[in-house]
């Protein structure tokens, strides 16, 4: 079942990050990910990518608490060590025992509150070989979203999003979330996300790059999973993917 995508204002984007109906939430949302099997629709994408040098300086934009990642991380050992991890959000609310957790990897974490159509304003002078967008993209209007992947594409090497499949089947799951144990505010996040989320080609024709020879692929990702990633063909091995 196709229906049009629309953005509508998420709950817990609109309360403090310290309400104990917000950490609830986000708990909810590690659930949520697990149930999606989003560690390993990441690391799938990660290996479509083929990388010629594991990233070192990867860029997480909308990454919360940042435990995600750290999963990832953790799931990626030894592969890709000594990563240099700058988590843009609103807030910074990532915990010691994530910091630490990502210490024990070998992995420096740097934490960059900004709005994230501030810093694609002016995305300034750091490059990374890597930005990560999970469950992010689908936040904003067309618009916002190309001059967002502009900045992207003329920051990073690479992107790989994970964002909510835009279909009747995600959309009926997301309906059943509370049979996870999440609260209201993330029963009704999960909604408003599916009906925010992209199908087919949407992300790729949103997609502006900088001038640079880009490998986009955009896919479906069982089981509620929309997919999109880009690389520089020059980061890439060669030869036909895998």
């Not at 290996?47 to 594991?54: A, V």
Request: neutral net charge.
């Amino acid at each position: 079942m196709a229906f049009p995508r629309m953005v509508l204002p998420e709950i817990l984007d609109d309360i403090e990050p310290q309400d104990p109906r917000a950490v609830r939430s986000r708990l909810d949302l590690r659930r949520i990910h697990r149930a999606m099997c989003t560690i390993s629709i990441l690391r799938r994408a990660a290996d479509r990518l083929r990388f010629l040098q594991p990233p070192r300086r990867i860029l997480e934009l909308g990454g919360g608490d940042a435990t995600l990642v750290l999963r990832l991380a953790q799931a990626l050992q030894p592969a890709w060590p000594g990563v240099s991890l700058t988590v843009l959000d609103n807030h910074d609310i990532v915990s010691a025992q994530t910091r630490s957790g990502y210490a024990a990897l070998g992995w420096e974490l740097h934490v960059l509150q900004q709005d994230a159509l501030q810093w694609a304003a002016q995305p300034g002078l750091t490059r990374y070989d890597l930005c990560l967008c999970n469950l992010f993209l689908h936040h904003f209007e067309s618009p916002a979203l190309s001059r967002l992947t502009a900045s992207i594409a003329s920051t990073c090497n690479a992107l790989i999003a994970c964002e909510p499949r835009r279909n009747g089947i995600s959309l009926s799951a997301s309906r059943m979330v509370g049979l996870l144990g999440s609260n209201r505010i993330t029963r009704e996040d999960a909604v408003t996300s599916v009906v925010a989320g992209f199908r087919a080609s949407e992300l790729t024709a949103l997609w502006l790059g900088d001038g640079r020879d880009w490998s986009l692929e955009e896919y479906p990702a069982l089981p509620f999973s929309h997919c999109f990633i880009a690389i520089d063909e020059t980061m890439r091995l060669p030869g036909p993917q895998t």
